[in-house]
């Protein structure tokens, strides 16, 4: 089935025109392999569940592949602690199928609606990585559809570097069909959840750092003057595995300016998060409530006003918590007020060359979509950059294409062995072309060892 359509990031603030593809479940590699032959110049990416908050799976006049289709979960082998799902399956799904059975998916990113091609093509991590690592940490093996090879049945031990040019990859190495996927027993559908006001960034910091090293789940919401809130989760005493039912989320106005990232409103949603958790800190929750809070709001974006939102998210080395302060500090005093700024600690990184975490703090912002704060982000990248750190390139809209080597190491190698994978460059989205992503150098080749 084809049509010619708009295709949104999550954000709302990036959009294009493409024919959109709806490949049939389960359909032979040769099918597959016309989808490749089908692209013209302006290639193809496959898309999951749209969550990406920019432009990664978009491709402007050209293909984008829904890839929601591709469902179906296998039976868990309780020998091997894996189960198999189509690359079109959400997390949300696999987490409330897995449950009664006493099992569950070690990394699960915010949002129930990721799919498990999404969630290894942009190596999500959850509010665990301390101890579980990412989800593409947690793929036992995958197959993977690339325009060079056809089919590919990649792992740590077959295909290892091209494994880890799709973890990460941002669907430019290959389509991901389906994934065996690592699981942890699962004790009770239920966690308790203890909230903890600290007063300034330091003590937010040094409070996440305990409460990472002994919960399950650590993560911090804090204000632009650092105050904040660290939430730790650990499994609850309460032995139940049934999932209950999920309230439907909320339907929520398009809001007119900066919606609630209006400085007053989002000084007043600051005071009223930390008085409920002043006076309410303990609570039991659902699985799918501690994981996907933001799902109760599927209109997020359209809060922040018609222009949508931009999330910032970047990672910092422990001992550059002055750029923390300085992105929070300094945005608001350049007029942007973010509407939600977690914390999270991130340990040691895996070898997907394009892989976001790597040991220290990350700080994720949302902010109303405007042109002014451009520059204010830019400006934020550099010295990100200058800090050993780097942007999350999967929720990015904007950062300029020559910081990239500096945020990601790995760039290098990572193209020669894409460019293997494609070398007629077939797979391609907005966000490869803005950052130009794809484009082989002589000297990434020699570098790499490849040339
Ligand atoms: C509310 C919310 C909370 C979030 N929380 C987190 C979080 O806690 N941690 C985190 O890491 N991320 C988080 N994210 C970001 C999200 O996890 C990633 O953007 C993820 O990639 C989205 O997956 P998707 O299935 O929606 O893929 P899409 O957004 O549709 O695509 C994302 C990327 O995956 C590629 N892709 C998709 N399917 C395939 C496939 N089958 N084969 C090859 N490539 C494919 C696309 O080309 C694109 O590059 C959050 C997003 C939202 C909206």
Known sequence: MQNSTLVEGWGRATRSRATVVTPGQGG????????????????????????????????????VLDMRGQGGIGTVDPVTATVEAGAGVTVGELVRHL????????????????????????????????????????????SVLTPAYGPMEMSLTVNAEQFWATVGGLGLTGIIRRA????????????????????????????LRAVAATSEHAVAWVDHGGAGVVTG??????????????????????????????????????????????????????????HFP????????????????????????????????EALHGTRSAGFAPSLSVLKLFAEANPAPLSFPAPGWSLAMDFAARAALAPVLDRLDERVAAAGGRVYLVKDSRVRPDLLDAMYPGLARWRAVRSMLDPEHRLVSDLARRLRLTDQRISDLVEAGHA
């Open 99 to 142: 449950a009664p059975r006493g099992w569950t998916l070690p990394v699960v990113p915010g949002s129930a609606g990721v799919t498990v091609g999404g969630a290894i093509a942009a190596d999500v991590h959850g509010k665990n990585h301390r101890r579980h690592g990412t989800f593409g940490a947690q793929v036992a093996a995958m």
């Open 28 to 63: 032979t590699d040769e099918d597959w392999a016309a989808v490749f032959a089908g692209a013209g110049s302006r290639g193809l990416i496959a898309r999951g569940g749209g969550r990406s908050y920019g432009d990664a799976a978009q491709n402007a006049g050209g293909l």
């Open 294 to 325: 933001l799902d109760a709001l599927p209109g997020w974006a359209g809060l922040h006003g018609r222009r949508g939102l931009v999330q910032y998210q970047f990672t910092v080395p422990f001992g550059a918590e002055d750029v923390l302060a």
């Open 180 to 207: 065996r996927l690592r699981l942890i027993p699962l004790g009770s559908w239920w966690v308790t959840t203890v909230d903890d006001e600290q007063p300034s960034l330091d003590r937010v910091l040094e409070r």
């Open 233 to 290: 989760a650990r499994p609850a005493r309460l032995g139940a595995l049934v999932p209950g039912r999920v309230a439907a989320g909320r339907r929520t106005p398009v809001l007119p300016g900066r919606g609630i990232a209006w400085p007053p409103v989002s000084a007043a949603a600051d005071r009223v998060r930390r008085f409920a958790a002043r006076i309410r800190p303990r609570h039991e929750r659902s699985l799918a409530e501690l």
